[in-house]
């Protein structure tokens, strides 16, 4: 267990380390500098004053150069600050995490509460009409935008009906039932985008078990359908599902920036979306490491659950 | 002799696939979007619309003789926009599914046939590219500078650069599936007795490579570029949407979603038809993959 934690530690160090520097050198390639910016805010600024600038902030340095001089700062806990919010980047980014994982956590859990029995049922009667049925559901499900299915749900929920709001987020004094309708459409669209891939890897999952002689045991012994499944069936296909899911919680990720984008989620993906578009550098880089790190937890995460579903596992 | 027992293998395919009718009906729905939007300019001129023009006084008209499906909120033909956007979504998702096809066959033969630590390195970094958080990092390469690449001004300010910077975007994320089934693929055919046999004859490594196991995994590389190709007109529209894909004035189904939002009380239409073409497309290119899987494999999901 202790080698199988240091292991994952020295990975997390070396993908970020390699994301920080791809990233940093992209960055570098993005249109306009810091200086370019200085410029545009001050009709006074001569040539002369933005080289002297440039040698200053020693952007005239090589990139690489650069790169190093901020992983030294970062190493020290100095991330920088954003420009257009001249804020540093954590006390930025750190609530928009939470508002992400908030977002995240309860579309995944809405969406693994809806997948996994509906994967079940559809295995248990594999090519009838209702597995074809959900079959249909979950193909709808991964070919649907998932800008376009908010837009929707904002047209029908907010527009027209009136219900919920077109989005934004409840302030922290509202009452949690206020907070609550302000989720509501989010994590139904991220919820909604997520369901068919579930529900196919589960159906999948479960497939290749009922093959499986311990099954056949298991109904030869006279046990209902429904202890067969749930009790038999259903651990064990739990863990090539678990190892699905982990992979998956970057598309997690890629899904919950457009729905923060569509509903003005203020979010870590609405953040970084923004800060690429304001060439707000810091905050665009330590956007993109923290979401990286989130996803690789998830994967931990994911390990450990896989523990808990098959007691043959041990993590080396 | 039956006729069935002397149909040839690819008549076989075929004739599962007939029987398919959801993935039957999807390929000739996909035709007949691709047909009309590849004729979209000959339509307009039959119609005598610019889709180009724009028309303030005219914008948000209901459906009529002259506009099919009404105006836009710039007075442009909705219709013809929608053609014209198809054409260039479709043929972004084609390009970019056969790019990463292109570009997934050659690594995962390289990993499947070579091995060894060329292998693991490669299927570690697959892996990696998999589980990452992809859609920031695709945003931060589609605001790259062009000038800053080196790529001169007159290509980054043509109509088309746009286009074939979402083209190599697309590939760059579409590859990793193509490369592990041709890298299982090649695994397997490796070990075949005809391979060996050529290997005997004296065939080199690119040439059992590329003449003897990269045809044999052709069935399931289609199946991969039909499937990948919804994935990519999807995240095509994405970064469109974003307004980091396909720069207007031309059209694309994503882009013609940007303003959508503030659109919704004005003209709920105009949000709804690219979005639901999007919609269709996608689910036909994801259904037709699933058809050609189960006509190239019989065995896979069957009990």
């Known amino acids: 267990m202790s080698r199988y934690f240091a292991s994952r530690a020295v990975e997390i160090v070396v993908v970020l380390a390699l994301m920080s520097l791809v990233v940093y050198l992209l960055i570098g390639l993005m249109p306009g500098d810091p200086i370019d910016m200085m410029i545009s805010g001050d009709s006074k600024m001569t040539s002369e004053d933005a080289a002297r600038l440039r040698a200053l902030y020693e952007l005239d340095k090589p990139l690489l150069q650069r790169y190093l001089a901020w992983a030294w700062q970062a190493l020290q806990g100095n991330f920088g600050y954003s420009r ?23 579309a995944f859990a809405v969406a693994i509460a809806i997948a996994l029995p509906l994967g079940m049922w559809a295995a248990a009667r594999p090519r009838s009409n209702v597995d074809y049925l959900i079959n249909l559901v979950c193909f709808g499900g991964f070919s649907l935008p998932i800008f376009w299915l908010g837009l929707l749900l904002i047209a029908l929920f907010a527009v027209t009906l009136g219900w919920l709001p077109a989005g934004g987020m409840a302030d922290t004094s509202a009452s949690f039932g206020e907070r609550l309708r302000y989720l509501a459409l989010p994590v139904m669209t991220l919820t909604i985008a997520q369901l068919g891939a579930y529900t196919r890897f589960m159906r999948g999952a479960m497939i290749e078990v009922l093959r499986q002689d311990f099954i056949r045991t298991a109904q030869a012994k ?71 790190l989130a996803t690789i937890v998830g994967n931990v995460l994911a390990d450990l659950a896989y523990v808990w579903a098959d007691p043959r596992v041990t993590l080396t | 002799m039956s006729d069935a027992a002397a149909a040839h293998p690819r008549l076989l395919v075929w004739r599962r696939f007939r029987r398919h009718q959801l993935a039957w009906g999807s390929a000739i729905f996909l035709a007949i979007l691709l047909a009309l939007s590849l004729a979209a300019p000959l339509i307009a001129d039959l119609r005598g619309i610019d889709p180009l023009k ?5 914008r948000f008209q209901p459906p009529s003789a002259a506009h099919w499906l009404g105006t836009d909120d710039l007075g442009r033909d909705l219709f013809q926009r929608l ?100 890298r299982a693929e090649t695994l397997s055919l490796k070990q075949r007795d005809y391979v060996r046999a050529a290997r005997a004859l004296g065939a080199g490594p690119p040439r059992i490579m590329f003449r003897h196991i990269l045809p044999n995994a052709a069935g399931s590389l289609v199946v991969a570029t039909s499937m990948s190709a919804g ?9 469109s949407f ?62």
């Open chain 1, 222 to 292: 006279g046990l209902g359908e429904w202890a067969v499944l749930s009790r038999h069936a259903f651990r064990n296909a739990l863990v090539p599902v678990l190892t699905i899911l982990a992979l998956h919680f970057g598309a997690l990720f890629s899904g919950a920036l457009i729905t923060e984008t569509v509903f003005a989620w203020p979010g870590m993906g609405n953040a970084i979306y923004h800060a690429i578009l304001d060439n707000d550098y810091n905050l665009a880089l330590m956007g993109l490491l923290l979401a990286t």
């Open chain 1, 84 to 106: 257009s919010l001249s804020q540093p980047v954590l006390e930025v980014l750190w609530p928009r995490l939470i508002n992400t994982l908030i977002l995240e956590g309860v």
């Open chain 2, 54 to 58: 724009t028309e303030l006084l005219n």
């Open chain 2, 83 to 182: 053609l014209d956007g198809g054409r260039v979504s479709m043929l972004v998702g084609i390009a970019g599914a056969v790019l990463s096809a292109i570009l997934g066959a050659l690594i995962g033969v390289l990993a499947g046939y070579l091995g060894g630590r060329f292998d693991a390195f490669l299927m570690r970094f697959t892996d990696g590219v998999i589980a990452l958080p992809l859609l920031p990092l695709l945003i931060v390469l589609a605001a790259l500078d062009p000038a800053k690449l080196g790529i001169p001004q007159s290509i980054a300010e043509s109509e088309t650069f746009s286009l074939y910077r979402i083209v190599a975007i697309i590939a760059l994320t579409g590859w990793t599936t193509a490369a592990r089934l041709v």
């Open chain 2, 242 to 303: 974003l307004n980091l894909g396909i720069q207007p004035p031309a059209a694309s189904w994503g882009n013609m979603l940007t303003r959508a939002q503030d659109l919704l009380q004005d003209a709920p239409m105009q949000a709804v038809w690219p979005g639901l073409l999007i919609f269709a497309t996608v689910i036909a290119c994801n259904f037709l993959g699933d058809g050609l899987q189960d006509a190239l494999d019989p065995r896979s999901e069957r009990q």
């Open chain 2, 231 to 239: 994935g990519l007109i999807l995240l095509e529209s994405t970064l």
